[in-house]
């Protein structure tokens, strides 16, 4: 069955960096474009970053861009968002989640279980 | 940006009634619109996609329709596991700008 495993999440002080993973399985991670995404305390959800099956083509939130890098390695089937100069709004739990199978926007059928950060000094 | 929003923030509706929640966005997203289902620290759950496709083993009780700007949910007969909060996302543009609606909370009445 498909499994999506987050890790990474911590505490860490304004400023500072954090880098999560997600590791999959039960399907052909290779195939499928991934999203992270974020849910601030008691607050809705909030998409962060895509990136397609080759890691060619990626987009972020405005909110993140600039301070957020998205990567995986299709040969460990692993997600990952790397978060510098993070900042107290981007206290969230992250969320990595599976998309489409083609460069088409698509919904998310699968998620994890979700890493809290929490930014604060 | 698109914006979703959804109506009521809050459904207070009794087992065994049926609930009917909205989701309008700001700009047509054709039949790209997904629902969520979202239980207290768990993650989201996919319930519809392409407006009114049930995702795999998801009960008949749960039903989407509308297209364009204008959206619903219907739960009909409502079991206890089905008091959560549920979100709408659209997934219509590229780049893929995902954006989701702010929640409808499902309370027992």
């Known amino acids: 069955q498909v499994q999506l495993v987050e890790s990474g999440g911590g505490l860490v002080k304004p400023g500072g960096s954090l880098r999560l993973s997600c590791a999959a399985s039960?399907?052909?991670?290779?195939?499928?474009?991934m999203s992270w995404i974020r849910q601030a305390p008691g607050k809705g959800l909030e998409w962060v970053s895509y990136?397609?099956?080759?890691?060619?083509?990626?987009y972020y939130a405005d909110s993140v861009k600039g301070r957020f890098t998205i990567s995986r390695d299709n040969a460990k089937n692993s997600l990952y968002l790397q978060m510098n100069s993070l900042r107290a709004e981007d206290t969230a739990v992250y969320y990595c989640a599976r998309d489409s199978l083609w460069e088409l926007p698509d919904y998310f059928d699968y998620w994890g279980q979700g890493t809290l950060v929490t930014v604060s000094s | 940006e698109i914006v979703m929003t959804q109506s009521p923030a809050t459904l207070s509706v009794s087992p065994g009634e049926r609930a009917t929640l909205s989701c309008r966005a700001s700009q047509s997203v054709s039949s790209n619109l997904a629902w969520y289902q979202q239980k207290p620290g768990q993650a989201p759950r996919l319930l519809i996609y392409g407006a009114s496709t049930r995702a795999t083993g998801i009960p008949a009780r749960f039903s989407g329709s509308g297209s364009g700007t204008e959206f619903t949910l219907t739960i009909s007969s409502l079991q206890s596991e089905d008091f959560a909060v549920y979100y709408c996302q659209q997934y219509n543009n590229w780049p893929p700008l995902y954006t989701f609606g702010q929640g409808t909370k499902l309370e027992i009445k």
């Open positions: 039960g399907f052909t991670f290779s195939d499928y474009y």
């Open positions: 990136i397609s099956s080759s890691g060619s083509t990626i």
